[in-house]
Nanobody, 118 residues
Framework: VQLQASGGGWVQPGGSLRLSCAAS?????MGWFRQVPGKERDFVAA??????RYADFAKGRFAISRDNAKNTVYLRMNSLKPEDTAVYYC?????????????????WGQGTQVTVSS
């Protein structure tokens, strides 16, 4: 399975972005992680079979969704803050359990940069 992420860019604080990630085949769980230089990759959100999970910093601001017909997952990010600046990676696995750790995902996209600044 190959993942192609898109939708990153620059946005002012308080703005919104929507990330997309298209998979080349069917997957189970799909999720998003993010990473800033010098730090570990952090879980953001994941979805599988209608079940979603969010990191605490994402609750109330981010929304994950998927279109199974298109094998695509989306991450809508609202009320963005400078600390949301990171490279965002989509991830997928054939398992359907919604998990939050990197090692549970076998497939990764290339990453898309999100920069929040004024």
């Amino acid at each position: 399975v190959q993942l192609q992420a898109s939708g990153g860019g620059w946005v002012q604080p308080g703005g919104s972005l929507r990330l997309s990630c298209a998979a080349s085949g069917r997957t189970g769980v799909m999720g998003w992680f993010r990473q800033v230089p010098g730090k570990e990759r952090d879980f953001v959100a994941a979805v599988s079979a209608g079940v979603t999970r969010y990191a605490d910093f994402a609750k109330g601001r981010f929304a994950i969704s998927r279109d199974n017909a298109k094998n695509t997952v989306y991450l809508r990010m609202n009320s963005l803050k400078p600390e949301d600046t990171a490279v965002y990676y989509c991830a997928a696995d054939l398992d359907t359990v919604v998990v939050t750790t990197e090692r549970n995902y076998d497939y990764w996209g290339q990453g898309t940069q999100v920069t929040v600044s004024s």
